[in-house]
């Protein structure tokens, strides 16, 4: 991965989702600090600048899910405005179960790990 220079928030997401391919790879528990930043390329420095833990990436990923969440709503809602409520929860409830985004594992990889680490919850 090229180390050229990126704004903040852009730097932090190329770490967070080189953080989601290690932990679908080996796994919260066993992915380490070091296994991200191999994972990314960036130097020791440059990923504690903006994480401190592998915890403060999941975290961080389960924040991008529900904005990823929120916006498919939001469009669905909008582009069908004039479905029954109750057929709109019922299509938004099977799209959701449908949708392949790799986020969903780490939503799984999430909820275990909320029993051991109470930043999580």
């Known amino acids: 991965m090229r180390n050229e220079r990126l704004p903040a928030d852009q730097r932090k997401r190329q770490i967070r ?21 191999a994972e990314s390329g960036l130097s020791k420095g440059g990923v504690y600048r903006h994480y401190k833990s592998t915890s403060d990436m999941l975290y961080d990923l389960m924040e ?7 916006n498919i709503v939001d469009n669905f809602l909008t582009l069908n405005k004039n479905l029954d409520k109750y057929d709109a929860v019922a299509e938004m409830i099977v799209d959701k179960i449908l949708d392949d985004n790799e986020l969903s594992k780490v939503y799984a990889i999430f909820l275990q790990e909320k029993q051991y680490d109470e930043n999580l919850d």
């Open 17 to 37: 989702y080189c953080a989601k391919d290690v932990f679908i790879r080996k796994g919260f528990h066993n992915t380490t600090m070091e296994d991200v930043i």
């Open 64 to 70: 991008d899910g529900c904005e990823y969440r929120y």
